[in-house]
T-cell receptor
């Protein structure tokens, strides 16, 4: 069974805090990994891709550990606008294209 | 704007009604997707179309019928739905193929079945 597991939260943190989300995936053949962000009653939007060497985009750092089948997202200096649900997403390839497998998401609430 | 437009944004229908959801993408992508998002559940892939051909049907009941007349348009025809089908239905598109498969989502149609 293909699964992507996340801690649902909610994570309630003050502004300026550092917060980390974790995600595990079950299919060792998975090839690509992403974090999407979904605001309340909105569509998911790509936050960042996750590369084997780890990657950083401003306050956001993503890490991938293929051996442990584990993905993380670190947010530094949290802003109120970071409040959203963060979706861990794994791409599995089959046939002519890859399909995305979504986790249930981790809800983040940043308070003043 | 992501370049993926869905209509209507909200829909209320009875179990005997027939309705259609529409999705249009302006990104020049070749693959289009329908997802269902229910409360407390992850996004569930329903259908995938690649170059207008259906390449994935994720065991979706026949009361949901997709149609893809061209690479820019995707429909989801609904008939005799059940209350448990109430959910957010999201359309997405991507370049297709194994590379460049970042998906861009529309704003979704929030469906309520009474």
């Amino acid at each position: 069974r293909k699964e992507v597991e996340q801690d649902p939260g909610p994570f309630n943190v003050p502004e300026g805090a550092t917060v980390a989300f974790n995600c595990t995936y079950s299919n060792s053949a998975s090839q690509s990994f992403f974090w999407y962000r979904q605001d309340c009653r909105k569509e998911p939007k790509l936050l960042m891709s996750v590369y084997s060497s780890g990657n950083e985009d401003g306050r956001f750092t993503a890490q991938l550990n293929r051996a442990s089948q584990y993905i993380s997202l670190l947010i530094r200096d949290s802003k109120l606008s970071d409040s959203a649900t963060y979706l861990c997403v794994v791409m599995e390839y089959g046939g002519s294209q890859g399909n995305l497998i979504f986790g249930k998401g981790t809800k983040l609430s940043v308070k003043p | 704007e992501t370049g993926v437009t869905q209509t209507p944004r909200h829909l209320v229908m009875g179990m005997t009604n027939k309705k259609s959801l529409k999705c249009e993408q302006h990104l020049g992508h070749n693959a289009m997707y329908w997802y269902k998002q229910s409360a407390k559940k992850p996004l569930e892939l329903m259908f995938v179309y690649n170059f207008k051909e259906q390449t994935e049907n994720n065991s979706v009941p026949s009361r949901f019928s997709p149609e893809c007349p061209n690479s820019s348009h995707l429909f989801l025809h609904l008939h005799t739905l059940q209350p448990e089908d109430s959910a957010l239905y999201l359309c997405a598109s991507s370049q297709g193929g194994q590379l460049g498969n970042i998906q861009y989502f529309g704003a979704g149609t929030r469906l309520s079945v009474l």
